[in-house]
Nanobody, 129 residues
């Protein structure tokens, strides 16, 4: 069973950058679709950046498009989320999620909660001046 652990969260000022990492163990990351999600207090968890294992395609929410970049490092079995130009509204707990490619019927990136069945414990990101 794939196990995910997020790291890299913390406090940032508006306009600064943070890099989140999701370390995978117990499976080959190359066979999993990966998604980054976030949940702010009082809000539903939303997908922000997702990547397909089939064709490498990515999907971003409108709120982070152009500022966040998701990438995979197969050698290190990690998926990273580079977050630039951070805003206070980016404050949330960020989760890494995965789903086996053998269960997926599309080559395109998936980015909704229901698509994923393996979740990390989350890492807090706070953007404040």
């Amino acid at each position: 069973q794939l196990h995910l652990v997020e790291s890299g969260g913390g406090l940032a000022r508006p306009g600064e950058s943070l890099r989140l990492s999701c370390a995978a163990s117990g499976g080959n990351l190359a066979f999993y679709y990966i998604g980054w999600f976030r949940q702010a207090p009082g809000k539903e968890r939303e997908g922000v950046a997702c990547i397909s294992s089939a064709d490498g395609s990515t999907s971003y929410s409108d709120s982070v498009k152009g500022r966040f970049t998701v990438s995979r490092d197969y050698a290190k079995s990690m998926v990273n989320l580079q977050m630039n130009s951070l805003k206070p509204e980016d404050t949330a707990v960020y989760y890494c999620a995965a789903v086996g490619s053998w269960t997926v019927t599309t080559t395109q990136a998936l980015c909704t909660n229901a698509d994923f069945d393996i979740w990390g414990q989350g890492t807090q990101v706070t953007v404040s001046s």
